[in-house]
């Protein structure tokens, strides 16, 4: 899709389960324009995500945590503690921010007011606990005003909870995003799905206007970091989805500027190097925070031609 936050305070939140030791005591900075992404802890076990693929990001998230109805956390895979020592252990000495990814899950109930404060504190205690940068929220997706004010609310409360240097994000989609401007204040910055998993979220002229609603809805340009697809979509749902990195490996893409393909039967959408370029670009020129894919593990290796990471990154810095 982001650990956080000074002598007498700092041992009361230790004793309390905070992050204060995890988090360090300045406010992280704010790069000029950052590229981040996403790992899943069973595919990075599997070998699926390239190391300079990883390496070329400034924010990592590890999609690892699942919220129970009762404000708990669930960790569905087992290796996700060993994949987040080795990963720790690749980026030590690097500027590169390693965040907790809390998705989906039981998130409506966990929000409630009756469970809040539980789920608020079992982040601030995983935090603490594993050493992250921060927390990345997926929570999919809020229709009613009931359901966007209570996982407002919850932002507030666990960046209260949390403090200023500890990384708190949300990740929106362009059909919900519609977050209290209390609890876009609160995070340090706001990702949007700008990507499927429906074909017509992959052009960059949706891309653009979704980016435009969102920020003309309130949500600061240098607050946004926009989504970006490094997956292909048959159009059926995620069901429909497939790595681009097969379609590579099959053969079907060798043209830098073709955003569509034919594979198995089956007409698939994607973003091919030349758009990734065009939407970074745009997004700079923008003023937008950065960019994020997903994911990590469905991209070539960072030394293959047709790397899509490769492609942002260069994007990014010319």
């Given at each position: ?26 406010e992280?900075p ?12 069973q ?31 669930y ?21 590169i ?19 809040r404060s539980?789920?608020v ?6 935090i603490a ?8 929220l ?21 960046k ?44 960059f ?18 607050k ?26 099959a ?22 190097q ?17 960019v994020?894919?997903w ?10 031609p ?13």
């Open positions: 899709m982001d650990k956080w936050f000074l002598l007498t305070a700092g041992l009361v939140a230790l004793l309390l389960g905070g992050c204060f030791s995890s988090c360090g005591t300045t992280a704010v790069s000029s324009f950052s590229v981040g992404s996403y790992i899943r802890p595919f990075y076990s599997a070998g699926r995500v390239d190391e300079e693929n990883m390496l070329a990001c400034q924010d990592l998230i590890l999609f690892a945590a699942e919220p129970k109805g009762n404000g708990e956390l960790f569905k895979f087992e290796v996700w503690e060993e994949v987040n020592r080795k990963i720790r252990q690749k980026l030590e000495h690097k500027n921010h390693l965040r907790l990814g809390v998705h989906h899950g039981d998130w409506r109930s966990a929000c409630r007011e009756e469970y539980r789920f504190e079992a982040v601030a205690r995983t606990d594993y050493g992250f940068d921060g927390v990345d997926d929570f999919e997706w809020p229709s009613t005003a009931e359901e966007y004010a209570d996982y407002s609310a919850t932002i507030v409360a666990l209260a909870r949390l403090g200023k240097t500890c990384l708190l994000s949300v990740s929106l989609h362009p059909t919900a995003y519609r977050i209290s401007p209390e609890a876009i204040r609160a995070v340090n910055w706001i990702s949007l799905q700008c990507y499927g998993p429906r074909p017509l979220r992959f052009s002229e949706k891309f653009e206007s979704d980016v435009k609603e969102a920020i003309q809805y309130g949500i600061p340009a240098d946004l970091v926009a989504g970006l697809p490094f997956y292909a979509t048959a159009g059926r749902g995620v069901e429909g989805t497939v790595a681009y990195r097969q379609l590579v490996e053969g079907v893409v060798v043209d830098p500027t073709v955003n569509q393909t034919m594979w198995n039967g089956s007409r698939y959408t994607f973003n091919g030349c758009t990734l370029r065009q939407k970074v670009k745009w997004a700079r020129r923008m003023g937008l925070r950065g994020m894919s994911d990590l593990a469905t991209d070539c290796a960072y030394s293959h047709q790397s899509l990471q490769r492609a942002v990154v260069e994007a990014a810095i010319e």
